[in-house]
C-alpha cells in the first residue's frame, strides 16, 4: 500500500469531499499531481476556492496517515482506489465515488450486481422473500449486494450464500467495527463468498450519518435495487431514490397492504418501480447487457422451473403441508387442526421442508411459503 498515502491524504484536505475529489482526479489524475500542481491550476477546477487551493498547496502529511494504512494492513483490509481495475466499475458513474474503499474478500464481477434491501425490523414473509429471491437471482450468475443490516440485508446475503453466490456487503462502519454484532459469522461468510466494503476508516463506528453514505454505494455498484420490505420513513428507500438518481434500474415486492412495513414498497410501485415475484420479474431487465447474467438462455423459466421441480420432488404429506401454508405466518397447532397431522410428525415434516428451501419459520412457531 506505499502508493495509498496521496489518495489518503487528498480525502483528508479540508474542503475536499467526494464530488470535488473527482473533479481533481479527472483533472490531474492522481492525488500526486494534485499536491504537484500551481495553485492557479487547481483554482481552474471547479469548486476548488482560493481557499481549498490554499489548504491543497500547504497540507503536511502526519502520522495519522501512516497509522490508518498500518492499521489496515493489520486487519487484513486492502485498500482499492479509484484508479484499481478492481475497484467497482459502475461506482465511477455516480456523481461522487468514493475515491478509495476498504475491502476485505474479493471483488470480481461486480457489475453483475443487484442490491437487495429493506426493513431491518423485517415481517417472516419480508424476510423469506428476501432469501427466496436472492438464492433465486444468485442461482442465475448475479451477485448480491446489501448492507448486512438486520432483517432483510441478512436474509438477502444469506439467501445468495445458499446458493453459493457472490455477495457483497456494504458497511456503514470502518471494516474493524462488525455492526450489527450478532453478525460477525455472517460477515466471515460474506468474505468467504465475495467481500465486505467500507469507505470509511478503520475504527469509524456506525454513526447514523454514515448510512444514507453508505446507501450510494449500494445503489452505485449495482445495475438495480430491489426493495423488499420498507415502511414510510425507511432508509431502504433513500437507497431506491438513489437508484434513480443515478440512472439504475428500482424495484419492489409487494406485501400486504394492512401492513405498515410495505407501505414503502407500496409507494415505489406507485411512482413506476417494478413488481417483482420471481427472479425472473428482474434479470428480464437485464437480459439486453452483455454477459450480465450466466446463461444465454432466456431467463423467463429459470426460477419458476427450479421450484415447480422442487415441488414435483415432494411426497404427498409434504405436498399437502405445502398447499395449506401461505405467504402469511400461520401458527403450527393451526396447521395440525387443518392437516389432522400431530404437532411431532408435522415438525419433522416442517423442517424438511425449510432445509429445501421451500419453508420459512419465525419466532413463536410460525410458519409460511417462501
Known amino acids: 500500500m506505499e502508493n495509498i498515502a496521496p489518495w489518503l491524504a487528498l480525502k483528508n484536505v479540508n474542503g475536499v469531499g467526494n464530488h470535488l475529489y473527482k473533479r481533481l482526479i479527472d483533472r490531474f489524475e492522481t492525488p500526486e499531481k494534485v499536491f504537484g500542481a500551481k495553485k492557479s491550476e487547481l483554482i481552474w477546477v471547479s469548486g476548488v476556492s482560493e481557499r481549498i487551493a490554499g489548504a491543497i498547496k500547504g497540507f503536511r502529511f502526519s502520522d495519522s496517515i501512516k497509522n490508518e494504512i498500518a492499521l489496515a494492513e493489520k486487519q487484513q483490509c486492502r485498500i482499492i482506489t479509484s484508479a484499481d481495475p478492481e475497484y467497482p466499475p459502475l461506482l465511477h458513474h455516480i456523481p461522487d465515488p468514493p475515491p478509495y474503499i476498504y475491502v476485505k474478500g474479493r471483488l470480481e464481477e461486480t457489475d453483475k450486481s443487484v442490491a437487495v434491501v429493506g426493513s431491518r425490523n423485517a415481517s417472516s414473509y419480508g424476510k423469506s422473500m428476501a432469501t427466496r429471491l436472492s438464492r433465486e437471482l444468485a442461482s442465475l450468475g448475479l451477485n448480491i449486494v446489501s448492507g448486512m443490516a438486520r432483517g432483510i440485508d441478512t436474509a438477502a446475503h444469506m439467501g445468495a450464500i445458499s446458493a453459493k453466490g457472490r455477495t457483497f456487503a456494504v458497511l456503514g462502519s470502518g471494516l474493524g467495527v462488525i455492526y450489527p454484532p450478532e453478525n460477525r459469522r455472517l460477515h466471515d461468510e460474506i468474505i468467504e463468498n465475495g467481500a465486505v466494503i467500507s469507505?470509511?476508516?478503520?475504527?469509524?463506528?456506525?454513526?447514523?450519518?454514515?448510512?444514507?453514505?453508505?446507501?450510494?454505494?449500494?445503489?452505485?455498484?449495482?445495475?438495480?435495487?430491489?426493495?423488499?420490505?420498507?415502511?414510510?420513513?425507511?432508509?431502504?428507500?433513500?437507497?431506491?431514490?438513489?437508484?434513480?438518481?443515478?440512472?439504475?434500474?428500482?424495484?419492489?415486492?409487494?406485501?400486504?397492504?394492512?401492513?405498515?412495513?410495505?407501505?414503502?414498497?407500496?409507494?415505489?410501485?406507485?411512482?413506476?418501480?417494478?413488481?417483482?415475484?420471481?427472479?425472473?420479474?428482474?434479470?428480464?431487465?437485464?437480459?439486453?447487457?452483455?454477459?450480465?447474467?450466466?446463461?444465454?438462455?432466456?431467463?423467463?423459466?429459470?426460477?419458476?422451473?427450479?421450484?415447480?421441480?422442487?415441488?414435483?420432488?415432494?411426497?404427498?404429506?409434504?405436498?399437502?403441508?405445502?398447499?395449506?401454508?401461505e405467504p402469511y405466518p400461520i401458527h403450527i397447532d393451526e396447521l395440525s387442526r387443518q392437516t389432522a397431522m400431530n404437532v411431532g410428525k408435522l415438525s419433522i415434516i416442517l423442517l424438511n421442508l425449510e432445509l429445501k428451501g421451500l419453508v420459512s419459520q419465525s419466532p413463536g412457531k410460525y410458519f409460511t411459503v417462501c
Open 199 to 325: 469507505e470509511f476508516p478503520i475504527m469509524e463506528e456506525p454513526n447514523a450519518y454514515n448510512f444514507p453514505a453508505r446507501n450510494r454505494i449500494i445503489s452505485g455498484m449495482t445495475l438495480g435495487t430491489l426493495v423488499v420490505e420498507a415502511t414510510q420513513r425507511s432508509g431502504s428507500l433513500i437507497t431506491a431514490r438513489l437508484a434513480g438518481e443515478q440512472g439504475r434500474e428500482v424495484f419492489a415486492v409487494p406485501g400486504s397492504i394492512n401492513s405498515a412495513k410495505s407501505i414503502g414498497a407500496h409507494n415505489l410501485l406507485k411512482q413506476g418501480a417494478k413488481l417483482v415475484a420471481c427472479a425472473q420479474d428482474v434479470v428480464e431487465e437485464f437480459y439486453h447487457f452483455e454477459n450480465s447474467i450466466k446463461s444465454t438462455d432466456p431467463p423467463a423459466d429459470k426460477c419458476s422451473n427450479l421450484k415447480s421441480q422442487l415441488l414435483l420432488d415432494l411426497s404427498g404429506e409434504e405436498s399437502h403441508i405445502y398447499e395449506v401454508l
